[in-house]
């Protein structure tokens, strides 16, 4: 499985509003025919920090995502969102398994 957690740092005045574009982003993301998960996690001290947490069967199926319609709107709609830079770092999930 392949899993990346995306950090996000989102401006206080653009929280909700970004809460509501991520919502969309994970309704599609969770019905792609990869997907395992597609988790968001808001940091319950400081809610401007954010965790997606995507899991797909491989690198190609989150590869895929990142083609969709669904995502290249999500990416251009937060952009102006941001604090700083997203930022993805990629895991290789062990379990569960298939």
Known sequence: M???LVHVWVKPDA???FIQATQANHQASIQ???NRRFDILQL???PGQ???YEAYVNA??????KQTAHYLQWRETVAN???????GIYYQGLFPKE
């Open 15 to 17: 929280i909700q509003d």
């Open 50 to 52: 954010f965790i997606l």
């Open 60 to 65: 190609q199926a989150a590869e895929a995502h």
């Open 81 to 87: 969102m941001m604090a700083k830079p997203r930022q």
């Open 32 to 34: 792609e025919a990869g």
């Open 2 to 4: 392949h899993v990346t």
């Open 44 to 46: 319950a001290s400081d």
